[in-house]
């Protein structure tokens, strides 16, 4: 009765994805395409097989890593199975069998990032969605437009994007949906809208956001959706310099990440405690925890928000006054940019070289306002007002020690008038502080 027991296989793997045990999901869906395998080939079969063959693909992704070698043939063996069946007139019943292998390709493109290649294929996902004109698949595509356009510094249009994901996003009817694309679709929405909120000069709407996006997860309970919300929500806390709330969420994500063998997620946990412990002055421990969580993410084949990470270690070491150590990480975060075009942090990447450059035995003034006005350039060009007032807020300090007090409060005052929110947050609070300080 081997088809029987591939079927009871199959719905074993379907009820342990449901409940979040992801390692027994990968295990029951594996013994049932063996199990296929094993008997003769016929239409109803080679359906069976389309189905479960995708199947896999969502618990390999949280559990091996979103560019895994396994993951990457799983996902290519349901392309490939796909076609043979297309080929033989017999195509899915399921349209959305086929959307979700070109999630897998595209989400593998984003997290070993490749910019370009990354909007290549949320592009081609978008227009055949527009083609079939379903609800389900345009949502989707919006979903990954956003942030292919967001890491590859395109923060205006990613917004807009993930707006018209949101709105087409249904939460009856679109939470199954966890199941073919890795996590619920609003929650990863939300996650990164908030970033694109924050970036563009919002943080009272990138923490609503976050907030909705973490509330969401935890109602929902399945793990893969609560390991994307806690490291996504963690992330829009970081940035709006809410410290001890972020370090929370890391340690969550990491225990659960433990819990659930999530790999990649431990890893990106890792990173995030270590960058936490840099900035509330703990720079010894923060480079071991950043290095080891680095190491661990690149053993999982993704680098995407590396040269983030590598430009907190770049940080910490010259809080330690290990400078060639600082140059080093600074150097290969640049890099990083330059070659995959990751620019979600391009900016702050500059500022930060900035800050080291005047942090050095021999401190560079000449280097460091260079980085600064490299980073300004940088936040316009993108329209990110958050990194440009981070990036004035360098320049103006610099300048302010050089009796350039004039100079320096033209290059402020109007960048902190262009915000209309987030007046309670440290970096509005700290540049109405430096403007004052000015004007004395």
């Given at each position: 009765?081997i088809e029987k027991a591939a079927g009871m296989w199959g719905k074993a793997g379907q009820?342990?994805?449901?409940?979040?045990?992801?390692?027994?999901?990968?295990?029951?869906?594996?013994?049932?395409?063996?199990?296929?395998?094993?008997?003769?080939?016929?239409?109803?079969?080679?359906?069976?097989?389309?189905?479960?063959?995708?199947?896999?693909?969502?618990?390999?992704?949280?559990?091996?890593?979103?560019?895994?070698?396994?993951?990457?043939?799983?996902?290519?063996?349901?392309?490939?199975?796909?076609?043979?069946?297309?080929?033989?007139?017999?195509?899915?019943?399921?349209?959305?069998?086929?959307?979700?292998?070109?999630?897998?390709?595209?989400?593998?493109?984003?997290?070993?990032?490749?910019?370009?290649?990354?909007?290549?294929?949320?592009?081609?996902?978008?227009?055949?969605?527009?083609?079939?004109?379903?609800?389900?698949?345009?949502?989707?595509?919006?979903?990954?437009?956003?942030?292919?356009?967001?890491?590859?510094?395109?923060?205006?249009?990613?917004?807009?994007?993930?707006?018209?994901?949101?709105?087409?996003?249904?939460?009856?009817?679109?939470?199954?949906?966890?199941?073919r694309f890795g996590s619920d679709p609003g929650v990863t929405i939300l996650s990164y809208?908030?970033?694109?909120?924050?970036?563009?000069?919002?943080?009272?709407?990138?923490?609503?956001?976050?907030?909705?996006?973490?509330?969401?997860?935890?109602?929902?309970?399945?793990?893969?959706?609560?390991?994307?919300?806690?490291?996504?929500?963690?992330?829009?806390?970081?940035?709006?310099?809410?410290?001890?709330?972020?370090?929370?969420?890391?340690?969550?994500?990491?225990?659960?990440?433990?819990?659930?063998?999530?790999?990649?997620?431990?890893?990106?946990?890792?990173?995030?405690?270590?960058?936490?412990?840099?900035?509330?002055?703990?720079?010894?421990?923060?480079?071991?925890?950043?290095?080891?969580?680095?190491?661990?993410?690149?053993?999982?084949?993704?680098?995407?928000?590396?040269?983030?990470?590598?430009?907190?270690?770049?940080?910490?070491?010259?809080?330690?006054?290990?400078?060639?150590?600082?140059?080093?990480?600074?150097?290969?975060?640049?890099?990083?940019?330059?070659?995959?075009?990751?620019?979600?942090?391009?900016?702050?990447?500059?500022?930060?070289?900035?800050?080291?450059?005047?942090?050095?035995?021999?401190?560079?003034?000449?280097?460091?306002?260079?980085?600064?006005?490299?980073?300004?350039?940088?936040?316009?060009?993108?329209?990110?007002?958050?990194?440009?007032?981070?990036?004035?807020?360098?320049?103006?300090?610099?300048?302010?020690?050089?009796?350039?007090?004039?100079?320096?409060?033209?290059?402020?005052?109007?960048?902190?008038?262009?915000?209309?929110?987030?007046?309670?947050?440290?970096?509005?609070?700290?540049?109405?502080?430096?403007?004052?300080?000015?004007?004395?």
């Amino acid at each position: 009765m081997i088809e029987k027991a591939a079927g009871m296989w199959g719905k074993a793997g379907q009820r342990s994805l449901a409940r979040s045990a992801l390692v027994e999901a990968v295990e029951q869906y594996k013994r049932a395409l063996a199990q296929i395998a094993t008997l003769p080939t016929a239409p109803a079969l080679r359906r069976e097989e389309i189905k479960l063959q995708v199947a896999l693909i969502t618990p390999l992704i949280h559990v091996k890593g979103y560019v895994a070698p396994e993951t990457k043939a799983a996902v290519e063996r349901g392309r490939l199975l796909i076609e043979q069946a297309e080929a033989l007139g017999e195509p899915p019943e399921d349209p959305l069998l086929l959307y979700s292998t070109l999630y897998g390709v595209w989400v593998a493109h984003l997290f070993a990032f490749n910019g370009d290649t990354c909007r290549d294929v949320a592009a081609r996902f978008l227009a055949l969605a527009k083609k079939q004109g379903a609800t389900v698949p345009l949502m989707i595509g919006h979903r990954l437009m956003g942030p292919s356009l967001l890491f590859t510094g395109d923060f205006a249009e990613s917004r807009a994007h993930l707006d018209r994901a949101f709105a087409l996003y249904d939460p009856v009817e679109h939470r199954a949906l966890a199941a073919r694309f890795g996590s619920d679709p609003g929650v990863t929405i939300l996650s990164y809208r908030s970033w694109a909120a924050w970036y563009l000069g919002y943080p009272e709407a990138a923490l609503a956001d976050a907030n909705h996006a973490l509330e969401d997860a935890r109602q929902i309970g399945q793990a893969a959706t609560m390991m994307v919300g806690l490291a996504c929500t963690a992330w829009t806390r970081r940035l709006c310099r809410r410290y001890a709330e972020a370090g929370s969420l890391a340690d969550e994500l990491v225990a659960l990440a433990d819990e659930k063998a999530g790999a990649y997620w431990k890893a990106l946990g890792t990173m995030m405690q270590g960058d936490l412990l840099a900035l509330t002055g703990k720079a010894s421990v923060a480079v071991q925890k950043i290095t080891s969580g680095v190491t661990a993410q690149r053993s999982t084949g993704a680098t995407v928000l590396i040269p983030s990470y590598l430009s907190f270690l770049a940080r910490a070491y010259a809080d330690l006054g290990r400078f060639d150590d600082a140059w080093r990480s600074i150097d290969e975060a640049m890099t990083a940019v330059e070659t995959t075009k990751e620019r979600l942090f391009e900016a702050e990447i500059r500022r930060i070289a900035g800050e080291i450059a005047l942090l050095s035995p021999q401190p560079d003034a000449a280097k460091a306002e260079a980085y600064f006005e490299r980073a300004l350039a940088v936040s316009r060009r993108q329209q990110t007002k958050s990194c440009e007032l981070r990036a004035a807020m360098s320049l103006v300090r610099l300048w302010r020690d050089q009796g350039k007090v004039q100079q320096a409060r033209e290059l402020l005052a109007p960048v902190y008038r262009w915000f209309t929110e987030g007046f309670d947050t440290r970096d509005l609070k700290e540049a109405k502080a430096l403007l004052e300080e000015l004007a004395a």
